[in-house]
């Protein structure tokens, strides 16, 4: 049986841990080679042999994605060895947690960089190729931060909801050529993420949290729609996460 993605080729930034690592696995499991981005060059390599045995191609590229010499550089690699992306999955990001009298003015500029500065310039390195062939898929792996003000979370919200309004708005633009946009909008979520910024490991809490797999398998939801359909939000929320 022929899998849904055979053949596409995906980028997922974050891709060393949690959600893009969940979402690189299971992008390969339907077929698509998969391009993994993060900072992290170990931990990278270590994923792209685990992509290789579901009988697909893998690349990791290592670098910070809030410069953009490394942007151009994932772009280069990406499409001088597979000539095209077909997925853009935005997945990287940070968060610290406190209130605003206890963050500081490099904490807001190290989220914001991560998290839309990141955004931006992975999407205008590989949004022209996708507007070019008529096809292509953006993702957005965003969070409920996005959609609501949430106490102890003004700079990581404000982060968010940039990169939301941005999807949005790009959902227009690339509309009418073909190209669909979804900003998944989960809720908590059992990763490392924010560990030691506002999370502690073992808490006992992150086991009634969303898994990773579960972000990833909303993930292949979007992108497999069929070609009239697309799915621009989709919120996930844990059954037992208070708000």
């Given at each position: 049986?022929a899998k849904r993605l055979?053949?596409?080729?995906a980028?997922?930034t974050g ?10 696995l299971a ?5 698509a ?9 170990d931990d990278?390599d270590?994923l792209?042999?685990?992509?290789e045995t579901?009988g ?5 590229v290592?670098?910070d994605?809030?410069?953009a010499?490394?942007v ?8 001088g ?15 610290k ?6 963050l500081?003015?490099e904490?807001?500029?190290?989220m914001m ?6 955004t931006?310039?992975?999407t ?12 292509g898929w ?20 404000a982060?968010k ?5 941005f ?13 669909k946009?979804?900003y998944?909008?989960?809720g908590g979520?059992?990763t ?10 073992g808490?006992?809490?992150?086991k009634?949290?969303?898994d ?13 729609q069929?070609?009239?359909s697309?799915?621009?939000l989709i ?7 208070p708000?």
């Open positions: 049986m055979e053949n596409k080729v980028v997922v891709a060393s841990r949690g959600i893009g690592r969940a979402s690189a992008l390969a499991d339907e077929g080679h998969v391009v993994v981005a993060a900072r992290t060059a990278l270590s792209a042999r685990e992509i579901r697909v191609k893998a690349l990791p290592a670098g994605l809030s410069q010499a490394d151009n550089r994932l772009a280069e690699a990406a499409e060895t597979f000539g095209r992306v077909d997925i853009l999955v935005n997945n990287a990001g940070v968060g947690f406190g209130t605003l009298a206890e500081s003015v904490e807001y500029d190290w960089n991560a998290n839309m500065r990141a931006f310039l992975c205008k390195a590989f949004l022209p190729g996708m507007l070019e062939r008529e096809e953006v993702v957005f792996v965003g969070s409920v931060a996005g959609l609501n003000g949430l106490p102890n979370e003004t700079v990581y919200c982060s909801h940039a990169q939301y309004g999807a949005r708005a790009l959902d227009h633009e690339t509309r009418p050529h073909n190209v946009v979804t998944l909008a989960p979520v059992d490392y993420f924010a560990f030691g910024t506002g999370r502690t490991e808490d006992p809490k992150l009634e949290y969303l990773s797999e579960d972000v990833a398998q909303a993930l292949i939801f979007a992108v497999t069929p070609p009239k697309r799915v621009f919120g996930m929320r844990p059954m037992r996460e708000l």
